[in-house]
T-cell receptor, first 118, second 116 residues
Framework: AQTVTQSQPEMSVQEAETVTLSCTYD???????LFWYKQPPSRQMILVIR??????QNATENRFSVNFQKAAKSFSLKISDSQLGDTAMYFC???????????????FGKGTLLTVNP | DTGVSQNPRHKITKRGQNVTFRCDPI?????LYWYRQTLGQGPEFLTY????????KSRLLSDRFSAERPKGSFSTLEIQRTEQGDSAMYLC??????????????FGPGTRLTVT
């Protein structure tokens, strides 16, 4: 079974600054996906960024980037130029890679509540 | 594409009552997932459907829980004889397996259940 650990229950950052959220995971799988999801207050969860384990290059999406260290089983999220709208709960999640018969279910960490201060 | 919708958004019920939630996935999506999120925790997988077939149920899903997806469109999650421990946010997600975004799940806003 896979486990995902987010060791920072809460973090805060000033608007326009950079913040890094940590995530570690444990798995015996070699092929998998890692995700960061954002859940704003009282709003639905949306996908922020995705990383395929077989890719060495770290994924980036505009102001969001990851630092994927496969050997260390570490997957951190960096948010640059933080905006007030980035205030949300951030979840790190794991998905085993598979064929069409796989379940593709997500295993989530407990989340990190990020507050961006003006 | 109107996104994933869930109804009701909030449900308060008394212990022992039955409740039913509905999820409408993105129309062309063939996979539908149910997750449960309790306070201070990340979502936990409950069950999923490939079209109308329920292919896996977590051991978290006791016999009091049942889910259906008739005709492979919307899905319902029913909880019988609710207990206070059932209080949680129930999230639905859908995806299109076989397409270029096979690994991306789109979540609904959730149904928050409070059992008193």
């Amino acid at each position: 079974a896979q486990t995902v650990t987010q060791s920072q229950p809460e973090m805060s950052v000033q608007e326009a600054e950079t913040v890094t959220l940590s995530c570690t995971y444990d798995t015996s799988e070699n092929n998998y996906y890692l995700f960061w999801y954002k859940q704003p207050p009282s709003r639905q969860m949306i996908l922020v960024i995705r990383q395929e384990a077989y890719k060495q290059q770290n994924a980036t999406e505009n102001r969001f980037s990851v630092n994927f260290q496969k050997a260390a089983k570490s997957f951190s999220l960096k948010i640059s130029d933080s905006q007030l709208g980035d205030t949300a709960m951030y979840f790190c999640a794991f998905m085993k890679h598979g064929s069409g018969g796989s379940n593709y279910k997500l295993t989530f960490g407990k989340g990190t509540l990020l507050t961006v201060n003006p | 594409d109107t996104g994933v919708s869930q109804n009701p958004r909030h449900k308060i019920t008394k212990r022992g009552q039955n409740v039913t939630f509905r999820c409408d996935p993105i129309s062309e999506h063939n996979r539908l997932y149910w997750y449960r999120q309790t306070l201070g925790q990340g979502p936990e997988f409950l069950t999923y459907f490939q079209n109308e077939a329920q292919l896996e149920k977590s051991r978290l899903l006791s016999d009091r829980f049942s889910a259906e997806r008739p005709k492979g469109s919307f899905s319902t999650l029913e909880i019988q004889r609710t207990e206070q421990g059932d209080s949680a946010m129930y999230l639905c997600a859908s995806s299109l397996v076989g397409g270029p975004r096979t690994y991306e799940q789109y979540f609904g806003p959730g149904t928050r259940l409070t059992v008193t």
